[in-house]
């Protein structure tokens, strides 16, 4: 589930990219402007990896029965 996306409850895509300087990395959704909005949940803080911040998206979207996006 390398790079899995998921749509959340509010039909946002959901998606693991890196952070502000490219060295952490979090779950982030779109905003309407186009720029990158991070997913502010203590289930999902910024880590140093971008494996680890997906197997955080991963595990949450299990819990909360996200459906994933191909």
């Given at each position: 589930m390398n790079g899995a996306r998921y749509i959340d409850e509010n039909g946002r895509?959901?998606?693991v990219a890196a952070g502000l300087g490219g060295d952490t990395f979090g779950t982030f959704w779109r905003g309407p402007s186009?720029?990158?909005r991070r997913v502010k949940s203590t289930a999902m803080p910024i880590v140093g990896t971008r494996e680890e911040a997906?197997?955080?998206?991963?595990?949450?979207a299990a819990k909360?029965?996200?459906q994933r996006v191909m």
């Open positions: 895509v959901l998606f186009g720029c990158n997906q197997r955080n998206l991963n595990a949450w909360r029965k996200l």
